[in-house]
Antibody
Framework: EVRLVESGGVVVQPGGSLRLSCAAS????????MYWVRQAPGKGLEWVSL????????YYASSLRGRFTLSRDNSKDSLYLQMDSLRPEDTALYFC???????????????WGRGTMVTVSS | SYDLTQPPSVSVSPGQTASITCSGD??????ASWYQQRPGQSPLLLIY???NRPSGIPERFSGSNSGDTATLTISGTQTLDEADYYC?????????FGGGTKLIVL
C-alpha cells in the first residue's frame, strides 16, 4: 500500500522555525517528485513546494519569499520541509503528496498524506 | 501569477448531472487535474490530464478542457459526492489550484 505520513506539526511562536517530515512507503520513493500543499482552516488548497525525483530541482510558491526549504533523503524514503520566520498566516494543515508518474516533476498529485497541523501563534 | 477560478458552490439533485467549471487564461493549453476533498479527509485525485480517471474512480466522474475552461462532470450524482472539488494546473513550474467548489447534493 502506498502511504505518506507527515509529522512535525506543532504550535510555534511567530518568527520561529519548524521542520516537517513526510515518511513514504509502498513505492520507490527515489523515482517520484514530491510536493507539499497546505490548507488554512476553512480555506482551499495552496501549493507550497515541490522537489524533483532526483532532488536537483526545487520550486516554491512565490508567496513564501524564501522562508521555506524543501529537501529529501532518498536513503530514508523521507521528505523534509524546513520552515523559518514563521508567520500567523502560515497556520495550516500541511499535506505531502507524490507525483503520479515516475520521473515526472510536473504531474498530478495522486497520493496524499493525512497532513500535519502547524499553528503559528503567540 | 496564474489564476484558476471556480464557482464557490454548485447545487444538484441526487441522480442528476453536476458540472463544475474551472477558468483560466488558455487553460486548454495546459493539463488540468481535479481533486475531491470530503470533510476531514485528504484530497483524492479524480481526473488527471484533462480526461483520465485513476483506477478506482467511478465512471460517473469525467473531465474536459478546452479554450479557457476545464469542466468536471458528475453523472448520476450521489449524496456521497457532496464534497469540495478543486481543479489544478501547472504554470511555469508552479502548481496552481482553483479556489474550490462546494458541491451540494439536495
Amino acid at each position: 500500500e502506498v502511504r505518506l505520513v507527515e509529522s512535525g506539526g506543532v504550535v510555534v511562536q511567530p518568527g520561529g522555525s519548524l521542520r516537517l517530515s513526510c515518511a513514504a512507503s509502498g513505492f520507490t520513493f527515489e523515482n517520484f517528485a514530491m510536493y507539499w500543499v497546505r490548507q488554512a482552516p476553512g480555506k482551499g488548497l495552496e501549493w507550497v513546494s515541490l522537489i524533483g525525483w532526483d532532488a536537483r530541482t526545487t520550486y516554491y510558491a512565490s508567496s513564501l519569499r524564501g522562508r521555506f526549504t524543501l529537501s529529501r533523503d532518498n536513503s530514508k524514503d523521507s521528505l523534509y520541509l524546513q520552515m523559518d520566520s514563521l508567520r500567523p498566516e502560515d497556520t495550516a494543515l500541511y499535506f505531502c503528496a507524490k507525483a503520479q508518474r515516475e520521473g515526472f516533476n510536473l504531474d498530478a498529485l495522486d497520493v496524499w498524506g493525512r497532513g500535519t497541523m502547524v499553528t503559528v501563534s503567540s | 501569477s496564474y489564476d484558476l477560478t471556480q464557482p464557490p458552490s454548485v447545487s444538484v439533485s441526487p441522480g442528476q448531472t453536476a458540472s463544475i467549471t474551472c477558468s483560466g487564461d488558455k487553460l486548454g493549453d495546459k493539463f488540468a487535474s481535479w481533486y475531491q476533498q470530503r470533510p476531514g479527509q485528504s484530497p483524492l485525485l479524480l481526473i488527471y490530464q484533462d480526461t483520465n480517471r485513476p483506477s478506482g474512480i467511478p465512471e460517473r466522474f469525467s473531465g474536459s478542457n478546452s479554450g479557457d475552461t476545464a469542466t468536471l462532470t458528475i453523472s448520476g450524482t450521489q449524496t456521497l459526492d457532496e464534497a469540495d472539488y478543486y481543479c489544478q494546473a501547472w504554470d511555469s513550474s508552479t502548481v496552481v489550484f482553483g479556489g474550490g467548489t462546494k458541491l451540494i447534493v439536495l
